[in-house]
């Protein structure tokens, strides 16, 4: 069965410094798609940014942007120049294939010190 | 466009009833997916459904049940509710095949005493 891992509970940052959130995953398929969702305490899940497990180009959404390291299954967020707006909860998730359910990680709760 | 619609937004049971949610989807979208949400078990796949089909099925118990109708449009329905049901149930929607992911919904929170 696939995991996905967040092994940062909760991250802190200095408004318009920059951080990293940490996401590894376990599968044993070779395509799939990988996902950063945000949740603010609005409580809806928005989706921030995607990567397909068959570009090797790291995908990148305006201040957003993935480490995807698909050997050693990583899939990191960093988040540039960051605002108060973007204080969330931010979950990892994995898809195996187009359809599929989506698997989530037990996310990041990240704070905004201006 | 409109987004994922949940109602209602809060809900407040008693052990032993029933419940029933609802969604509906992005305009053309045919694939509603539910999942629950608990600072325990974190978020966890319920069921999805396409073309009024189920396709998917997560791990929990024939309690928990859903269906869609001809417009999309979705309801999942939790009977013999438990003080463990109390979660925030997320509804999201995408077009099948889609690879840019789902759209969630706000959720119902439903709170079982």
């Known amino acids: 069965a696939q995991t996905v891992t967040q092994s940062q509970p909760e991250m802190s940052v200095q408004e318009a410094e920059t951080v990293t959130l940490s996401c590894t995953y376990d599968?044993?398929?070779?395509?799939?798609?990988l996902f950063w969702y945000k949740q603010p305490p609005s409580r809806q899940m928005i989706l921030v940014i995607r990567?397909?497990?068959?570009?090797?180009q790291n995908a990148t959404e305006n201040r957003f942007s993935v480490n995807f390291q698909k050997a050693a299954k990583s899939f990191s967020l960093k988040i540039s120049d960051s605002q108060l707006g973007d204080a969330a909860m931010y979950f990892c998730?994995?898809?195996?294939?187009?359809?599929?359910?989506?698997?989530f990680g037990t996310g990041t709760r990240l704070a905004v010190r201006p | 466009k409109a987004g994922v619609t949940q109602t209602p937004r809060y809900l407040i049971k008693t052990r032993g009833q029933q419940v029933t949610l609802s969604c509906s989807p992005i305009?053309?979208?045919?694939?509603v997916s539910w999942y629950q949400q608990t600072p325990g078990q974190g978020l966890q796949f319920l069921f999805e459904y396409f073309s009024e089909t189920q396709r998917n099925k997560g791990n929990f118990p024939g309690r928990f049940s859903g269906r869609q109708f001809s417009n999309s449009r979705s309801e999942m329905n939790v009977s013999t509710l438990e003080l463990g049901d109390s979660a925030l149930y997320l509804c999201?929607?995408?077009?099948?095949?889609?690879?840019?992911?789902?759209?969630f919904g706000s959720g119902t929170r439903l709170t079982v005493v």
């Open positions: 599968t044993s398929e070779s395509d799939y798609y």
């Open positions: 305009s053309g979208h045919r694939s």
């Open positions: 990567q397909e497990a068959y570009k090797q």
């Open positions: 999201a929607s995408s077009s099948w095949g889609e690879t840019y992911g789902y759209t």
């Open positions: 998730a994995y898809r195996k294939s187009s359809g599929d359910k989506l698997t």
